[in-house]
């Protein structure tokens, strides 16, 4: 599966933005999808994810926050970012993996190109 993530841009403080992860290849329902980021200077980050059957978890910086869905029938999903705060800013990532309800990003065999979020205070 090839996964690109895309919308991101430049946001205020305390706004939303709602990214996207376009899939292509072998069945997207068949893949829990993880959204992940690396802020600058900083290691990549789990964010959240949502299995096959929409269970999701979010990271504890995020949650009540962010909100991901998956359409499985366009082979989308999404992160819905709200009250953003300038720490949220990172290129964020979408990737693909095998439904363990896992956090470990190396549970996703397949990730995209990232969209970066800037959020200005």
């Known amino acids: 599966v090839q996964l690109q993530a895309s919308g991101g841009g430049l946001v205020q403080a305390g706004g939303s933005l709602r990214i996207s992860c376009a899939a292509t290849?072998?069945?997207?329902?068949?893949?829990?999808i993880a959204w992940a980021r690396q802020r600058p200077g900083k290691e990549r980050e789990f964010v959240a994810l949502?299995?096959?059957?929409?269970?999701?978890s979010y990271a504890d910086s995020v949650s009540g926050r962010f909100t991901v869905s998956r359409d499985n029938t366009n082979n989308r999903a999404y992160l819905q970012m709200n009250r953003l705060k300038p720490e949220d800013t990172a290129v964020y990532y979408c990737?693909?993996?095998?439904?363990?309800?896992?956090?470990?990003?190396?549970?996703?065999?397949?990730w995209g190109q990232g969209t970066l979020v800037t959020v200005s205070s």
């Open positions: 990737g693909a993996g095998v439904d363990l309800g896992s956090r470990s990003l190396n549970n996703y065999d397949y």
């Open positions: 290849g072998r069945a997207f329902n068949g893949y829990a």
């Open positions: 949502i299995g096959v059957r929409g269970g999701k």
